[in-house]
């Protein structure tokens, strides 16, 4: 590819039916630049590999009722060449349910098992896209080299790693890359976590110098405010890198909180947008290059039922080798850290009170006194680093209801209230002070 490519990526919520393949034929067809695409599984097909995975007696039953669904989406794959390939993945879902059923511990049985979905929806989505005038075809993430950082599960892609590895030549006309999984570092398949397909279009994105990303997803953006909590709101124009990062950690959950890493540094901005209205081209959110502007809040991020834990620490000249330490600790034993913040005496963390009793066994192997409290809900306020500012606003609407602190990432407030819901809606009329940000 001579001109830079666009990398779109299209999740499960976008690949219902043959409607959505419609859409996506039209986006591509009008795009002006070289375009590769990133897919999920279809809708559904990620859950019923889960399930299956635990009943591996139903085998045969399923690859039926996947071949049907997926024919369904793209009929006349019978008639082409990527039919065989459709059936050896099919037999391969087969073998890896037999493996399962002998020994639900296979993990490399498991990890080929999901990947099959992906490699399901690549054929469909290729050989759809083909018959409608595109120069289609599937790519499998490992087959062309693309390198994760862990075996059998991997945080995220090895961008280093790929770029020795990735076989640029399979880039040509409209390739249709599986998403979410790749080779570890054992050789293997090995998976990202839910939602990881994000992450491979960005580091495809990173690896081939794209122009942008455009993630396409069954919602018009990132809300100030997480739409499960029933805020009404307008999505968030545009997002620096490091905001949206606070987003993916905290409460977007249709960001992959990877997703931004291998685009940082390179300033390829990132778009969500909206499938079905993807002709209104005014509503989306844009990720990009940090940029500094008056203080402002531009979302609020909420975590509910969580702890504060509190621990002191004797201080030592090897004070950040003891953190490093009980981080990793916390890390391996699977504890989620909503948010800390140190000093060389003090350790201030906040788990979800599901991990308190764990968390706090492991960091009182690493300090002298802990002390903990519950809380209703941790809020983080996403584009806010002036904390005289913010406590000035939560003063003056009444808000303010338990501890405001800063922590590495973001600046938080601990509330009691249990009215989540409610305290969110009253507190978008400090969110609507900061809407446009779209510089």
Not at 113 to 133: K, Q, T, Y
Not at 171 to 190: L, Q, S
Not at 423 to 430: A, G, H, T, V, Y
Request: charged fraction near 20%; proline fraction near 4%.
């Amino acid at each position: 590819m001579l001109e830079l490519p666009v990398v779109h990526k299209f999740g499960g919520s976008c690949l219902r039916d043959a409607s959505d393949l419609e859409r996506i034929a039209e986006i591509l067809t009008n795009a002006h630049q070289p375009v590769i695409v990133v897919v999920s599984a279809l809708w559904g097909t990620t859950d019923r590999l889960m399930r299956a995975a635990q009943e591996p007696r139903y085998a045969g039953r399923l690859v039926y009722d996947l071949a049907k669904h997926h024919l369904r989406f793209s009929p006349t794959l019978v008639e082409s060449p990527l039919y065989d390939v459709f059936q050896r993945v099919l037999g391969g879902i087969e073998e890896s349910l037999n493996a399962l059923a002998s020994d639900r511990d296979d993990k490399l049985a498991y990890n080929r098992l999901l990947a099959s979905g992906e490699r399901l929806s690549a054929l469909v989505i290729a050989h759809g896209l083909s018959l409608r005038g595109l120069e289609a075809h599937p790519v499998g993430a490992e087959d062309i080299g693309l390198q994760l950082d862990g075996a059998g599960t991997a945080a995220r892609v090895d961008i280093a790693g790929s770029r020795a590895k990735l076989d640029r030549s399979a880039f040509h006309g409209v390739p249709v890359v599986t998403g979410w999984f790749g080779e570890g570092t054992d050789g293997n398949i090995a998976l990202l976590g839910r939602g990881g397909s994000d992450h491979t279009a960005t580091a495809l994105a990173a690896l081939l110098q794209a122009q942008r990303v455009v993630l396409w997803k069954d919602v018009l953006g990132i809300y100030p405010v997480n739409p499960r909590w029933g805020v009404q709101s307008s999505p968030i124009p545009y997002l620096g890198y490091g905001e949206a990062m606070e987003f993916a950690n905290a409460d977007a959950t249709i960001l992959h909180p990877a997703t931004v890493e291998p685009v940082y540094e390179m300033g390829i901005p990132i778009e969500i947008r909206h499938l079905t209205g993807y002709k209104q081209d005014g509503m989306k959110t844009v990720i990009g290059p940090d940029i500094e502007v008056e203080p402002a809040i531009k979302g609020i991020a909420c975590i509910p039922r969580v702890a504060c834990v509190n621990a002191e620490v004797r201080y030592a000249q090897d004070a950040a080798l003891a953190l490093s330490d009980l981080l990793q600790a916390l890390n391996e034993a699977g504890i989620r850290i909503c948010s800390f913040d140190t000093t060389n005496t003090q350790w201030r963390f906040v788990f979800r009170q599901h991990d308190v009793s764990k968390g706090v066994k492991i960091v009182q192997e690493h300090s002298s006194t802990v002390e903990y409290e519950y809380y209703a809900a941790m809020l983080s306020f996403i584009g806010c680093r002036d904390l005289d500012y913010l406590r000035s606003q939560l003063n003056d609407s009444n808000q303010a209801d338990g501890p405001v602190y800063e922590s590495v990432t973001s600046i938080h407030m601990l509330s009691n209230r249990v009215d989540i819901s409610r305290m969110l809606d009253e507190m978008m009329s400090l969110v609507s002070q900061g809407k446009n940000h779209s510089a």
